[in-house]
């Protein structure tokens, strides 16, 4: 997200509708990623998804008459960002989801925050850790342990594919305080930077996946539902919702906009449940409520207002900073 301050009492509203929009457009993003593994394998499904997003965002930069950096420092840094945060991830849940329910992966995005926080403090350098934060900390991580049922042992190929989406999420963790730590000083619109980012991991996928998947099969071979699946991640999760997002931020100020992270497993568990009748064990759902918990103690949604935050959302994107970056 952004270091912008809150608007003072924006009305309701004024930034409700979006807020919610968005939530919905990111929650259901797992379920599209379900139906697209269906028949593509996961770096194929990634590369249709990338492509169609940066394709949006380009049409979106050109309308707005924005304009891609030309920094070769920028573009170096979007690179590692590209990477960790849209092809490694976008990836990783395709795997995660051929092995695990789309609810499921939709809980393990919300533990982003708690990668964010712990890098951001020791690796980057952008964040302090108070007492407070480490209190946070620690019952996310307990309710991530509680998500994983470890008291039931581990292995498996369900243990497996919650461990990719928790590496997913790890991915988020890496790329958003490296944005803040690298790109967030330069004077490109967040717009400009999401369109880099994407291009950039289209052209990484775009290598990779032809050697590791083989060349991803026509639009014509695959079943109506899949090719909508692809044009709902790429046009709607990865290209429309950061253009809400960052009309969230504008409008009811960065604090507020980032708090969409607690309600996106919320949707991904209602629409795998209404969509795929997917169900989950007791402890699932709990063990979110407390990884949820934690995130609001390390952020400071509880007993203390905050003044900024760092965003998580589906895919892990730049927002614009004055002057400067999600």
Not at 42 to 50: F, G, I, K, M
Not at 173 to 194: D, E
Request: glycine share 10%; with cysteine; aromatic share 8%.
């Amino acid at each position: 997200m952004t270091d912008h301050f809150t608007p003072d009492r924006p009305a309701l509203r004024s930034w409700l509708p979006g807020f919610l929009a968005l939530a919905a457009i990111w929650g259901s993003s797992f379920l599209f990623i379900k139906v697209g593994v269906e028949e593509l394998h996961p770096l194929q499904l990634t590369l249709y998804r990338v492509v169609t997003g940066a394709l949006t965002l380009l049409v979106v930069l050109a309308v707005l008459r924005d304009r891609l950096p030309r920094e070769p420092r920028v573009w170096a840094h979007l690179f590692v960002v590209a990477a960790f945060g849209v092809s490694v991830p976008f990836t990783l849940f395709g795997y995660g989801e051929q092995r695990v329910e789309s609810m499921l992966a939709g809980i393990w995005n919300a533990t982003t925050p708690l990668i964010v926080l712990p890098l951001a403090v020791l690796v980057f350098r952008t964040e302090r850790l108070t007492t407070r934060r480490a209190v946070g900390l620690a019952l996310g991580f307990a309710g991530v342990l509680v998500v994983l049922g470890v008291w039931e042992g581990v292995g498996g190929a369900h243990f497996a594919g919650q461990l990719m989406c928790f590496g997913a999420a790890a991915c988020y963790g890496v790329a958003i305080p490296y944005q803040k730590r690298f790109v967030a000083g330069t004077t490109h619109s967040g717009l400009s930077l999401s369109a880099a980012q994407l291009v950039l991991a289209t052209v990484q996928l775009a290598i990779v996946t032809p050697l590791v998947a083989g060349a991803p099969p026509l639009p014509t071979e695959l079943a109506p539902r899949v090719v909508a699946s692809v044009l709902a991640l790429g046009a709607l999760g990865t290209g429309l919702a950061f253009v809400i997002n960052m009309r969230n931020i504008r409008v009811a100020g960065a604090s507020t906009a980032s708090t969409v992270t607690y309600l996106i497993p919320v949707f991904a568990v209602l629409i795998g449940a209404l969509a795929l009748g997917e169900r989950m064990n007791w402890h699932q759902p709990v063990g979110a409520l407390v990884v949820l918990f934690g995130v609001a103690v390390s952020q400071g949604l509880i007993g203390r207002r905050r003044r900024a935050t760092v965003g998580v959302g589906v895919p892990a994107v730049p927002a614009a900073e004055p002057a400067t970056r999600r």
